[in-house]
């Protein structure tokens, strides 16, 4: 069978769903060649090292498990509907990670590591601008939000609830706490 033509998505595309398939460790130069039908030379042309091509799938892990339309609202959703929403998504896009990807990730070279802790930033910063767009949306949030600004309680929210999942916590705290300090009669219906 003659060689295909490829491009750099398309690799992604193909690492990605090995990945998610057999784990991270088996996604190499030659099964990724061996599935896109070209030679290992040629995935080696768009990434120079696996390191590259492992970062690459796990931007697609973060970009497919927050992606832009998961942080926006659904049609007159405030702000404590939002943040539970957002927070069960999270659990279970963070939960597969840790299962399947987080340990395989560990053991890429400590360059590769801040490469990854970039573009999770990079959602991570998507994310907060999505939660300071729905909170100042959000009418009905009218307490605290004057006295400390969207910017800092989209903030502390997300602060949060990484915390929580970092823990494998829930965030029933921050959830009250955001009711009550938010919403003048302390209640939103969620």
């Not at 939000?145 to 609830?161: P, R």
């Not at 706490?177 to 219906?189: I, K, M, N, T």
Request: hydrophobic fraction near 45%; include cysteine; charged fraction near 20%.
């Amino acid at each position: 069978m003659p060689k295909q033509l490829i491009d750099e998505t398309s690799i992604i595309d193909t690492a990605y769903a090995l990945a998610k398939q057999a784990g991270l460790q088996s996604v190499t130069a030659r099964a990724v060649a061996d599935a896109c039908n070209v030679s290992a030379g040629t995935i080696y042309n768009y990434f120079p090292s696996m390191d590259d091509l492992h970062i690459a799938i796990v931007a697609r892990f973060f970009s497919t498990a927050f992606c832009h339309d998961f942080c926006l609202p659904l049609d007159g959703e405030g702000y404590l509907p939002f943040c539970k929403r957002l927070f069960a998504t999270m659990q279970i896009a963070l939960e597969h990670f840790r299962e399947d990807w987080l340990l395989q990730v560990s053991s890429l070279t400590a360059s590769a590591r801040t490469t990854g802790k970039a573009c999770e930033t990079k959602y991570l910063d998507h994310i907060q601008h999505a939660l300071e767009h729905v909170l100042a949306a959000d009418a009905d949030a009218t307490g605290f939000v004057a006295e400390f600004g969207a910017t800092a309680i989209a903030a502390f929210t997300l602060d949060s609830m990484m915390g929580a999942l970092r823990k494998h916590d829930d965030c029933t705290i921050l959830f009250v706490l955001l009711e009550r300090s938010l919403y003048a009669d302390g209640r939103q219906e969620a």
